[in-house]
């Protein structure tokens, strides 16, 4: 049988609309697969910071003037990596395995919540499922870290928020050192804590102007109808019931449904509380970062959480949470991806002011560091599209 052949195409020569393939292993660049769509700028600028002279056109060669001939496709000679690279190579890796299992969670999420009413124990056993990945990621490193994701929606739904709080606050308790069956609670309380929002109308869950008094009081029994849904079945730990009735309570008594003080709020309450409100802020309107969020949390509504645990939030989320769009003291703009234990060099998806350039960073490796957050509407149209500063922001344990 014949070889197949493709054009070689020189990465310069890269415009959208061809479909290529790469010359590398699935382990040493960041796309799912060795075929790519050329759809934006962005994965072409991609492909070109992956240190390949050349790629394979699969498909809209129609679209070149001028191309190299026809060659057989041949093994790319091996070559050794450098420990830099190779430690890049690991993080890209860690990053999309991080961002899978969180598209995992949500889906084993969506299937736990349809089966609350018609099948409570084969719920109760998704949702273990559930929380023993999350916990077996949890405790993979020493260290867990928060990884940005996104389930590539602009608005947030109740799966997903849910399991980007069960996140905040598993990472949150590890910091603590709370024991793994109380964890295991707060997972679980986390995952379903919105559950009795599906007993509100979804104009009403999405509505993006004003609430009426009427409207507000609705969604304010959330807590309550979710309660009443898991106490029904019978198969729910008391700690998950208080987790999803009181998830709205705050240490100053302003909270709902029973407007409970201080220590009256047992400490995983208190933990989901917080995680909530702090996630929550990610998808208002008039809060365009997670650092952002976090200054409104300080600000605004610190009196509402116990001190320590704020002092928590922010040494898992760092100066600089993942999401949070930067400058770089090189003059470039990046999208911090992961936090490191120094401050100011994170993990981040980089690029020049005009989008060009895209690569992942280590900033521990370089003599660079972020001078500051800027917001994303300052950023040029190729910088917003590359660094893809419009998309929702959630967390996973990496």
Not at 182 to 193: K, P, S, V
Request: glycine share 6%; charged share 20%; aromatic share 6%.
């Amino acid at each position: 049988m014949a070889k197949s052949k493709y054009l070689r195409l020189p990465v310069n020569k890269l415009q959208v609309g061809l479909k290529v393939k790469l010359p590398l292993s699935w382990t040493e660049h960041p796309f799912l697969f060795n075929r790519v769509a050329l759809d934006s700028e962005a994965q072409i600028e991609m492909i070109k910071n992956l240190g390949v002279p050349y790629v394979y056109v699969v498909s809209g060669a129609e679209l070149l003037e001028d191309s190299e001939p026809e060659v057989d496709v041949v093994p790319t000679p091996s070559k050794t990596a450098s420990p830099q690279q190779a430690a890049l190579r690991q993080a890209r890796k860690a990053l999309r395995h991080s961002q899978n299992q969180f598209i995992d969670a949500m889906n084993q999420s969506r299937t736990l919540m349809g089966k609350l009413v018609s099948d409570p124990e084969g719920a109760v056993r998704e949702a273990a499922l559930l929380v023993e990945m999350m916990l077996e990621q949890l405790y993979a490193s020493e260290q867990p870290r928060l990884a940005l994701v996104s389930s590539g929606e602009n608005r947030t739904s109740i799966t997903q928020h849910g399991i980007s709080v069960a996140t905040l606050a598993l990472v949150m308790g590890h910091h603590l050192d709370l024991e793994k069956t109380l964890l295991r609670a707060i997972a679980t309380g986390a995952i379903l804590h919105d559950v009795g929002k599906m007993r509100v109308p979804e104009d009403i869950r999405t509505k993006r102007s004003g609430l009426s008094a009427s409207e507000k009081n609705f969604l304010a029994m959330h807590p309550n109808f979710g309660y009443d849904l898991l106490k029904k079945s019978g198969m729910f730990s008391d700690d998950v019931l208080n987790i999803v009735l009181h998830h709205h309570e705050f240490f100053d008594g302003s909270g709902y449904p029973d407007g409970l003080k201080g220590d009256k709020i047992a400490l995983p309450i208190q933990l989901v509380s917080l995680a909530n409100d702090f996630d929550s802020q990610l998808w208002r309107d008039d809060i365009i970062s997670p650092q952002i969020a976090l200054g409104h949390l300080f600000k605004n509504r610190a009196g509402m959480h116990q001190q320590t645990l704020i002092q928590t939030l922010v040494k898992v989320l760092e100066i600089y949470p993942p999401g949070t769009i930067v400058q770089l003291s090189d003059g470039a703009v990046a999208k911090v991806m992961l936090t490191t234990s120094e401050t100011t060099k994170p993990q981040v998806w980089s690029c020049t002011v005009d989008g060009a350039d895209a690569e992942y960073r280590f900033l521990m490796d370089e003599d660079v560091v972020v001078e500051a957050a800027i917001k994303p509407s300052d950023l040029s149209h190729g910088a917003s599209k590359t660094l893809q500063a419009e998309d929702g922001i959630s967390f996973y344990i990496c």
